[in-house]
């Protein structure tokens, strides 16, 4: 089938290449010129674990184009939309502008019967207000809502664990149904969930998924600030009510919180747009899960001002991570970096590693140091601050080989991924988030 991809970001970009993957014939369409030559030469324009091999593949087989030039959408038969939808600039909603205008450049290259699949994430109701422009075009727009999650997205893209199509009532509907049905045919056959439904039912499975998720981890980084107040274990703790079915233990890991182009920003729009609905508060419960994520952050920033005796001016900190998660170059809003960014505001000397999100960070921090290697990061350091759980320092940094390059001996845990014990037999004051 031909198919166009209109953004080619994070989302855009491997839905595209997955998409070739899969045997379509696919053009990447995105206003960004830098992107779009990178992804022309096969070159992933950020980290994302397969991408870059099945870039290549697509390029190279003929499959897989990519361009500027929004008039290379018309022939193809369903074309996608994974624009940003960022927070508003002074507000929580969701900034539409990019929805907008990509559907405004598509529309004069629309034909009759062409499927257009918005996959950006979109407050309740934009479906429904989009729909009317591109069926006066003789087009029909469903909403694909994307789950995949970053540092996974090629395998969720192309094997994702349900998918969700918003159709219009009545024939246009069912045929568009059907179309997706074929987009998708190698995750159909295999059985996965396909759930077609209407509009505002696709735009909710998607904000109320995220925020599903985000209450999760705000509910266990509650438990923590609790642990903190007792002297309880809120990792045991997680364990413990883990192992009840009804619960279970994923998305159970205390420590700095959420963050990232998605959690943080989804859950404001969904709170705003349930404002402007006027049931703000059905979902008031979002803000205060906002708020406890964001006071894991000062919490951080605490345990390391207490751990190095009350201040950290004039003293360095090494800082283990900038991605807001592992397996991710992906630093927008991510708690990571802003710990790095308080501390630094508070006179410490930060030094920042990565082994991806380095660049990003920068350019979004130069005020921050940045240290490619992780031993270089550390020596000296007075203070050691774990805030991404990449396996280079969860797993494979043992604290005898770390006291040898320091000169403190104060860790900070930011994600409870380290073995307290072996650090702290190892002679270091062990400081995690909930934990005595
Ligand atoms: P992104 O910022 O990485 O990518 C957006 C891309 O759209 C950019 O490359 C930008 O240049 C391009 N763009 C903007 N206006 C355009 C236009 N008029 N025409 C063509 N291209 C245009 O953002 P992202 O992370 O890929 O997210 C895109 C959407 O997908 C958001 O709504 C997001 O919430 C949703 N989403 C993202 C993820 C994720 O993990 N990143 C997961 C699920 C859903």
Not at 146 to 163: C, H, M, N, S
Not at 247 to 260: A, C, E, V
Not at 384 to 407: F, Q
Request: proline share 4%; aromatic share 6%.
């Amino acid at each position: 089938m031909r198919v166009s991809v209109i953004g080619c970001g994070y989302l855009g970009a491997v839905h595209a290449a997955a998409m070739a993957s899969i045997g379509h014939e696919v053009v990447g369409i995105d206003v960004d010129q830098r992107k779009i030559d990178a992804l022309s030469k096969g070159e992933a324009p950020f980290f994302e674990p397969g991408l870059p091999e099945i870039l290549t593949e697509g390029t190279q087989s003929g499959r897989l184009s990519f361009t500027t030039d929004i008039s290379a959408a018309a022939g193809a038969a369903v074309h996608f939309i994974g624009v940003g939808t960022p927070q508003q600039a002074g507000g929580y909603a969701a900034d539409l502008t990019y929805v907008n205008a990509a559907i405004d450049s598509l529309l004069p290259h629309l034909r009759e019967g062409d499927i257009v699949a918005g996959k950006s994430t979109v407050p309740v109701g934009t479906a429904a207000e989009l729909a009317t422009r591109v069926s006066e075009t003789g087009a029909t727009l469903v909403w694909n809502p994307e789950f995949l999650r970053e540092g996974w997205a090629v395998q969720d893209t192309i094997d994702p664990d349900r998918l969700v199509a918003g159709v219009p009532e009545g024939p246009d509907g069912e045929r568009a149904a059907d179309i997706l049905r074929e987009v998708y045919a190698p995750a159909v056959a295999k059985g996965t969930p396909f759930i077609v439904t209407d509009y505002a039912t696709a735009e909710l499975v998607k904000v109320s998924a995220n925020a599903f998720l985000a209450t999760k981890i705000s509910f266990i980084n509650a438990m923590a600030e609790i642990a903190e107040a007792t002297g309880a274990d809120v990792t045991e703790l997680a364990d413990a009510i883990g192992y009840d079915a009804r619960i279970g233990r994923k998305f159970l890991g205390s420590g700095i919180g959420f963050g990232g182009g998605c959690l943080p920003k989804d859950i404001r729009a969904f709170a705003a747009r349930a404002e402007e609905l006027g049931r703000g508060e059905s979902i008031k419960f979002l803000h205060e899960m906002d708020a406890i994520n964001m006071r894991r952050r000062d919490r951080a920033v605490e345990l390391v001002v207490n751990g190095l005796g009350g201040s950290v001016f004039g003293k360095k900190v090494a800082v283990l991570g900038a991605a807001f998660k592992p397996h991710s170059d992906d630093v927008r809003d991510s708690p990571a970096l802003d710990v790095a960014v308080r501390l630094n505001g508070l006179g410490a000397n930060v030094v920042v590693t990565d082994p991806q999100a380095i660049d990003n960070a920068r350019r979004l921090h130069p005020q921050l140091t940045y240290v490619a290697d992780r031993d270089e990061t550390l020596r000296d350091a007075d203070a050691v601050v774990l805030v991404t759980e990449w396996d280079e320092y969860r797993r494979e940094m043992a604290p005898e080989h770390v006291s040898t390059l320091t000169h403190g001996r104060v860790v900070v845990d930011g994600r409870n991924g380290l073995d307290a014990a072996a650090w702290r037999a190892a002679g270091w004051s062990y400081y995690g988030m909930g934990r005595p």
